[in-house]
């Protein structure tokens, strides 16, 4: 019996714990690399991103870029991203798309399964890089964010040494309503069984922190916040 109490009081101290973050917010750990604004289209975007992340871009051979694979407009933006990369040094000579990403903007693209083919796609990455030339690979946005521990790009990081370049894209809530419909939840260590919890928790306080921001209905809005180091997130969404 004392040890039934003791588990439903612990229990009840993280879902406490939780509501103070999620009614009361934190200020967010990532840092602002584009403030929130508005897009005439896919293209100006795309020039944001190379603008604002150029020496990142340069350094940096392999570059993993995230999608919702249910928003066909991460695809439109990513093809104008990579096709507008064109500066020496800046541009990406293999594309592969994982097989969990469908689409049919890139029919130049490779084809992996970067989690179940590890061995196989870790191999040719490192093959890419020895023959002098750049790799970017395109994975769901959970795959991607650094942030989320025991994920694809992590395991990449910890298996093989490698430290790629992480642009991953993700929907931006615009008022407290929109948070019932998080793709990503916020929830706290202890509450959270997805491991996705704090990256839910960062775009929650994201997103309130531009909730004051107006734009005209049906302007394309977007910010870039780096996560960490070589980790992005861009997020962006439709005004209503």
């Known amino acids: 019996m004392g040890k039934r109490i003791y588990v439903i009081l612990v229990a009840l101290l993280a879902f406490w714990f939780l509501w103070i973050v999620v009614q009361y917010g934190r200020q967010p750990s990532s840092e602002t690399r584009a403030p929130l604004a508005a897009f005439q289209n896919t293209s100006e975007m795309a020039d944001v991103i190379l603008q604002n992340l150029e020496p990142e871009i340069r350094e940096n051979p392999i570059l993993i870029l995230g999608v ?76 991607a964010v650094q942030m989320i521990e025991s994920n694809f790009v992590n395991n990449l990081k910890t298996r093989t040494g490698m430290k790629p370049l992480t642009l991953a894209l993700s929907d931006l809530p615009r008022s ?46 977007a910010l870039i916040r780096e996560l960490g180091p070589l980790d992005f997130i861009i997020l962006t969404t439709i005004e209503k």
């Open 68 to 143: 919702e694979t249910d928003r066909p407009e991460h695809f439109e933006l990513w093809k104008e991203f990579l096709s507008r990369n064109q500066k020496p040094g800046l541009q990406y000579d293999v594309l592969v798309l994982d097989q969990n990403v469908e689409t049919g903007l890139f029919p130049e693209a490779a084809r992996a399964s970067v989690k179940d083919g590890f061995e196989e796609f870790a191999r040719g990455v490192q093959t890419t890089i020895d023959q002098g030339k750049r790799i970017a690979v395109m994975v769901p946005t959970v795959y």
């Open 176 to 221: 407290r309503p929109d948070e019932k419909s998080l793709r990503h939840r916020c929830s706290v260590e202890g509450v959270d069984m997805t491991g996705l919890g704090p990256f839910g928790c960062e775009i929650l306080q994201i997103a309130r922190d531009n909730y004051r921001a107006t734009f005209s209905a049906g302007q394309r809005i």
